[in-house]
């Protein structure tokens, strides 16, 4: 075994040392990769560098012999049924060489967990275009009960690069959702901080003090875009920080909880003679494109949300197409 030098790709453009690593060398634990920075034993450029260090295209990485990693990782596609092929493919609303925008339905989860059997991160292997290509990876999370526009990356490289305008705030994310009463003001801004309560599944999200060692600053831009004899709203939401919940728990502060919220409203929440799921969708991503310019995407109501607005006279109008703009 010998020295080797790596060459970063394109697609690996901003990708954190550690994650660079995992993909090349998926047995190499963190702890040991720590060491070997520590040790100068990993360059970059020659350089002394950390685990978190983000790489950029055609910089050479020095690795030192490590055992059993003469050839990168493959990554194989997991086998996978073709019924759970085409339910994933029917959620594409864009998709192009370096990213794919999901409509996904509510009740469906991102990720497992505890009783959790059926989910979007076991069903990636169905949108790669080749077998040799990297797996999707998810670049955000939505609520399993919400609906609406779910982000993916194609390469690591992308990942990182549509990661960092998560953090940056450079993406603008709009909800829909349609809420029990009529907010006063009809226009907005909610600043208050959350926390979260208990752990695993139970948990809740609860509005708290600022004082509160463990609250957190949240806040969400609000827009009422009709309403229905001040009984229900259709509100715009556009969440300006991203905590557990924040939606769900900030409409409930205002008094207008979400029209089917299984955890948060109360009584107040399902009201009869309306579908009981909760009517929270993500409706707009406007977003820089890893390639230039600025990807917006918008993602059709789900059925049950396209019920209760034609119940309520709610006129959404035609749903855009995807738009790219620059670049």
């Given at each position: 075994?010998?020295?080797v030098?790596?060459?970063?790709?394109?697609?690996e453009?901003?990708?954190?040392?550690?994650r660079?690593?995992?993909?090349?060398?998926?047995?190499?634990?963190?702890?040991?990769?720590?060491?070997?920075?520590?040790?100068?034993?990993i360059r970059?450029e020659?350089?002394?560098?950390?685990?978190?260090?983000?790489?950029?295209?055609g910089?050479s990485?020095?690795v030192?012999?490590?055992?059993?990693?003469?050839k990168?990782?493959?990554d194989v596609?997991?086998p996978?049924?073709?019924?759970?092929?085409?339910?994933?493919?029917?959620?594409?609303v864009?998709?192009?060489?370096?990213?794919?925008?999901?409509?996904?339905?509510?009740?469906?989860?991102v990720?497992?967990?505890?009783?959790?059997?059926?989910h979007?991160?076991?069903?990636?292997?169905g949108?790669?275009?080749?077998?040799?290509?990297?797996?999707?990876?998810?670049?955000?999370?939505?609520?399993?009960?919400?609906?609406?526009l779910?982000?993916l990356?194609?390469?690591?490289?992308?990942?990182?690069?549509?990661?960092?305008?998560?953090?940056?705030?450079?993406?603008?994310?709009?909800?829909?959702?349609?809420?029990?009463?009529?907010?006063?003001?009809?226009s907005?801004?909610?600043?208050?901080?959350?926390?979260?309560?208990?752990?695993?599944?139970?948990?809740?999200?609860?509005?708290?003090?600022?004082?509160?060692?463990?609250a957190?600053?949240?806040?969400t831009v609000?827009e009422?875009l009709?309403?229905?004899?001040?009984?229900?709203?259709?509100l715009?939401?556009?969440?300006l920080?991203?905590?557990t919940?924040?939606?769900?728990?900030?409409?409930?502060s205002?008094?207008?909880?979400?029209?089917?919220?299984?955890?948060?409203g109360?009584?107040?929440?399902?009201?009869?003679?309306?579908?009981?799921?909760?009517h929270?969708?993500?409706?707009?991503?406007?977003?820089p494109?890893?390639?230039g310019?600025?990807?917006?995407?918008?993602?059709?109501?789900?059925?049950?949300?396209?019920?209760?607005?034609?119940a309520?006279?709610?006129t959404?109008?035609?749903?855009?197409?995807?738009?790219?703009?620059g670049?």
């Amino acid at each position: 075994m010998s020295v080797v030098n790596l060459t970063v790709s394109e697609d690996e453009a901003g990708i954190r040392l550690d994650r660079y690593f995992r993909r090349h060398y998926p047995h190499l634990t963190q702890g040991a990769l720590q060491k070997l920075c520590r040790t100068g034993q990993i360059r970059v450029e020659g350089k002394r560098v950390e685990a978190s260090t983000r790489l950029e295209p055609g910089q050479s990485v020095r690795v030192p012999p490590i055992p059993m990693a003469a050839k990168p990782a493959r990554d194989v596609p997991r086998p996978l049924d073709d019924k759970l092929v085409r339910e994933i493919q029917r959620m594409v609303v864009y998709q192009d060489r370096h990213l794919i925008v999901l409509n996904k339905p509510s009740g469906l989860a991102v990720q497992g967990g505890p009783g959790i059997t059926r989910h979007v991160d076991m069903m990636l292997d169905g949108l790669r275009e080749n077998p040799d290509d990297p797996r999707p990876r998810l670049v955000h999370r939505i609520d399993r009960d919400t609906s609406g526009l779910l982000l993916l990356a194609r390469t690591p490289g992308v990942a990182a690069k549509l990661a960092a305008s998560f953090r940056g705030r450079d993406v603008k994310k709009t909800y829909w959702a349609v809420v029990v009463g009529r907010p006063d003001p009809l226009s907005g801004e909610i600043d208050q901080p959350l926390a979260r309560l208990g752990a695993g599944p139970g948990a809740i999200t609860v509005a708290a003090d600022r004082k509160d060692e463990d609250a957190q600053s949240a806040r969400t831009v609000y827009e009422v875009l009709d309403s229905a004899a001040r009984k229900f709203s259709w509100l715009g939401l556009s969440p300006l920080t991203g905590r557990t919940h924040q939606l769900r728990v900030h409409c409930e502060s205002l008094g207008t909880p979400i029209l089917g919220d299984p955890k948060y409203g109360g009584a107040t929440a399902h009201p009869s003679g309306f579908t009981d799921q909760l009517h929270l969708h993500a409706r707009e991503l406007d977003m820089p494109h890893p390639a230039g310019g600025r990807l917006v995407v918008s993602a059709e109501l789900p059925a049950h949300m396209r019920e209760t607005f034609r119940a309520l006279g709610f006129t959404p109008g035609t749903t855009p197409p995807p738009a790219r703009k620059g670049g």
